[in-house]
């Protein structure tokens, strides 16, 4: 019942199954009992979340017992890592689940609500809460249990918010308290609302106003709904194709006012939840049909998961790739001479020179990053050089830079978005798609500024696009390879190819407005709050 | 209905008793545990309403002084402890909420709690010390004690005894939480209550410091980070000022401050350097913390064109940085013979 992981050596580490905003996870077997666990492992060196900020998280999940809830089996440090190991749940997250099309049974949506509201009614007795419930944190056990993971390990939303801007993430879940107080006012009834908007995506396919808006947008029209029938009516809830009691529930979870929004205790007394009085056995078969489903879908549409592999770092190559990775002034070691120190009640401890090794590494290999050092700070002092002239003569193009980016990044994010949920990416896919987007708002920002040919570079770069567009839309002439590549590249719905240059300047028109809005997002918000 | 009421004791006292009646059955090898543990549940979730009432109920304190001169009388607190990891999951953190109400109950100036633990029962505060290590029971311990420190008594019993040292043990358990767990309670005995803590350190530098000194060379990151923190914190209070003297007199101290400089962490090298720069800022160094500075002033200078801080976006820490490295540019050089 109460297994406890003590040390990496205790377990098998096997494929990636996924990658959190807090690092990796992956999938192990305790050698002992062949027990399958998930393991995630956080940076603590890298990582920029306070130690005391994750010691708290690691405690509140370990307060938690219940089968609705990812079981906690273990913690511990591993070099610069922190390894924690939680039950694994193999049927897969709900968002995963949603693939092949919404659930349109109305059952197995209040079977699954039921037990979340059973998890939260817990978490909230217990005075803790989830803060981040979406459909990728609700799994299924090949059995059929639903279970809740990730609360708080996640971190916390005010850093949350800040990575949504430069990557991806979708605030969709979001209560409008939580959104307009990022300094944690809220409390538990934020989850109920986030509970909601899981239900809904269950039969929708979607959280509410996904298909209509990008995220910045959708966040400002939750928070500007100021009476329930406002956002009701915003996510058009009367038109839904659903049963009078699932609809009430759903209102019941999109209350504005936290305090009349109902509890976790309340909702579980709901006629949605209480008229399913099918047995559990039945429960669990209509629960598991969900993954049955996503099994034949993945065969019908082919999807392999590229598997990639938990390869484990010595402490030695850690250092090496800091070393590389931070390139400059980081992670050589300075041997200061303590020889010569006497100890007045030196018995206690270990001789200077042996302590200096049992804190750095073994001895050849401090040899071996010093002749790195010696090689690294000449290359350091040479670009510290080209540094210097690059910063004087950019502050013209930081002007730029300020305008533009902020909505190339909206663009790129939205692309990485819709290509995210629609294609379940693996790692390496993410990878590459981040790449790609660096890549391109490297050239259009921040390409390569010589002082000789000004920004001549970026023009070329964008002048390169256009021509490119140019040539591959041409009509006239066109060969049978031409072709393909016309429909490999262009979006079907640009049959015709003047519409490329509109809407490219449609994009450039829309610039100004919307990055002011993102700049200032939450004073407007509260602004607007506040004069209400 | 009726037979609902009888098993349900309605009395405070009622409830005390039949509560360490049934902890004391609980026998985790006997197969009919699980119905003794579901008993303690429940009267400790009664015990709960007592104090605090519920949705219903608003809190009698009447009923409440009962109950807890009942469980002072019969030293459930004490029973609850022994047998903490026989209760189950949930019901721990009940005791640890029971103890949070008992506390913060006062008669006038007095804490009836406080003087219990201290006056009839101590055994309960090394207990619950002792439990700190345990995995199953280790979190709850740690917060029923920092519960208790919040008292500068019970702060004072804990710090004077032997069990106290048993924390620098704690803290590097294999087990994740019982060690931060532990370093948050060894953090609060020693930040809480400045004065008591102030002259702990005075009368115990030899003791402390070794200790101390040994979790900074720890092999474990997290331990590192910590201990060095905690540190950080105690030469920053002002009224340690005699355990300040004396620590930056000391060169082995200066020692384990200069290879956490030298550690491949970035983390712990802006960590010893907030301690550091004290040894460079004290006005009247000793000669042999002169001696070892001057010696490895070129090491200094190295390091320090190599500590690169533009990424934290403090402008505190670099102003201290460009201090620190004025200071050590002023130091003689070396004498060569």
């Not at chain 1, 209509?212 to 029209?221: D, F, I, N, V």
């Not at chain 1, 990485?416 to 391109?440: A, C, G, M, P």
Request: charged letters at 25%; glycine letters at 2%.
């Amino acid at each position: 019942m109460s297994t406890r992981v003590f040390s990496g050596e205790e377990l098998t580490v096997c494929e990636q199954v996924g990658k959190g905003g807090f690092g990796v996870v992956y999938r192990g077997l305790i050698k002992t009992t062949n027990e399958e666990v998930a393991i995630k492992q956080i940076d603590l060196e890298n990582d920029q979340t306070d130690l005391y900020e994750i010691n708290k998280e690691i405690q509140i999940i370990s307060e938690c017992r219940l089968p609705q809830i990812t079981r906690f089996m273990g913690c511990f440090v591993k070099n610069y890592k922190l390894w924690v190991i939680m039950e694994f749940v193999n049927g897969g997250s709900l968002f995963e689940l949603l693939f092949p099309g919404p659930v349109q049974d109305e059952k197995i949506i209040s079977i699954i609500a039921k037990e979340i509201l059973i998890a939260l009614e817990y978490l909230h007795n217990q005075g803790k809460i989830h803060r981040d419930l979406k459909s990728q944190n609700i799994l299924l056990s090949s059995s059929g249990e639903v279970k809740l993971t990730d609360f708080g390990v996640s971190t916390q939303l005010s850093s949350n918010f800040s990575r949504r801007n430069t990557t991806v993430g979708t605030p969709y879940w979001m209560a409008p308290e939580v959104i307009l107080n990022n300094n944690g006012g809220h409390n538990s009834k934020a989850d109920m609302w986030s509970l909601g908007c899981c239900l809904y995506e269950l039969f929708q396919g979607k959280p509410p106003l996904q298909n209509q808006y990008p995220p910045m947008k959708a966040l400002r029209y939750i928070s500007r709904c100021i009476k329930d029938e406002d956002f009701a009516q915003l996510i058009d809830l009367d038109s839904l194709q659903i049963s009078d009691n699932f609809r009430d529930f759903l209102s019941k979870c999109f209350i504005i006012d936290p305090k009349e929004r109902f509890s976790a205790s309340k909702l579980l007394k709901h006629k949605f939840i209480t008229k399913n009085t099918t047995s559990s056995v039945e429960q669990q078969k209509l629960v598991k049909g969900l993954i049955t489903r996503k099994h034949l879908w993945d065969q019908e549409n082919h999807v392999l998961k590229t598997q990639k592999f938990y390869l484990p770092t010595e402490m030695v190559e850690n250092q090496q790739k800091w070393a590389t990775e931070e390139s400059e002034e980081n992670a050589e070691t300075i041997k200061f001479d303590i020889s010569t120190i006497s100890y007045s009640n030196s018995s206690d401890y270990p001789s200077p020179k042996s302590s200096t090794h049992s804190s750095s590494v073994s001895p050849p290999s401090t040899l071996d990053t010093e002749v790195e050092t010696t090689r690294q700070t000449t290359d350091f002092s040479k670009k510290k050089a080209n540094y210097q002239t690059l910063t004087e003569n950019n502050s013209k193009q930081k002007n730029l830079v300020k305008t533009v980016q902020p909505e190339l990044n909206r663009i790129l994010n939205k692309v990485f978005h819709k290509l995210e949920t629609r294609n379940n990416l693996s790692t390496e896919q993410y990878d590459l798609l981040v790449t790609l987007n660096q890549t391109i708002v490297e050239l259009f920002t921040f390409s390569n500024y010589d002082p000789k040919s000004n920004s001549s570079n970026k023009i070329l770069v964008c002048q390169y696009v256009k021509y490119f567009l140019k040539e591959l839309t041409k009509t006239e002439n066109v060969d049978n390879s031409r072709l393909m590549l016309q429909k490999m590249i262009i979006p079907s719905d640009m049959k015709n190819f003047s519409d490329i240059n509109e809407t490219i300047k449609l994009k450039k028109k829309t610039n100004d407005p919307l990055d002011e809005i993102e700049s200032s997002l939450f004073e407007t918000w509260i602004n607007e709050m506040k004069s209400n | 209905m009726s037979f609902l009421f009888k098993r349900n004791p309605r009395t405070p006292q009622e409830v005390v008793r039949s509560l360490n009646e049934q902890i004391s059955k609980i026998d985790l090898t006997n197969d009919n545990h699980k119905k003794y543990q579901d008993d303690c549940a429940r009267f400790l979730k009664q015990m709960k309403v007592i104090l605090n009432g519920d949705d219903e109920t608003e809190p009698q304190p009447d009923q409440i002084t009962l109950l807890a001169q009942e469980i002072y009388q019969t030293d459930c607190l004490y029973y609850l402890i022994t047998n903490l990891s026989k209760l189950n999951f949930d019901s721990r953190k009940d005791v640890s909420i029971l103890f949070s109400n008992l506390l913060r109950r006062k008669i006038g100036n007095q804490s009836p709690t406080v003087d219990y633990l201290i006056n009839s029962k101590p055994e309960i505060i090394m207990l619950l010390i002792k439990g700190q290590v345990h995995h199953e029971i280790g979190l709850i311990c740690g917060s029923i004690i920092r519960d208790c420190i919040k008292f500068e008594v019970i702060n004072s019993l804990i710090i004077a005894s032997k069990v106290f040292w048993n924390y620098f043990g704690y803290v590097q358990s294999d087990i994740f939480e019982v060690a931060t767990d532990s370093f948050t309670t060894l953090h609060d005995l020693l930040t809480l209550h400045k004065k008591l803590v102030s002259e702990f350190l005075t009368s115990n530098y030899d003791q402390f410091n070794k200790n101390i000194n040994q979790l900074i060379q720890s092999k474990n990151y997290v331990v590192k980070r910590q201990s060095v923190r905690l540190l950080s914190e105690l030469v920053l209070t002002r009224t340690n000022q005699n355990f300040l003297n004396r620590y930056f007199d000391d060169t082995i101290n200066l020692k384990v401050v200069m290879l956490l400089l030298s550690d491949k962490s970035k983390n712990l090298q802006i960590e010893g350097f907030h301690i550091f720069k004290f040894f460079i800022a004290k006005p009247k160094k000793s000669q042999k913390i002169m001696d070892i500075l001057i010696k490895n002033k070129s090491n200094f200078i190295e390091f320090l064109e190599k500590f690169d801080l533009s990424s934290l976006n403090d402008s505190t820490i670099i102003d201290e940085k460009d201090y620190v490295w004025n200071e050590i540019k002023k130091l003689p050089e070396i004498e060569r013979l």
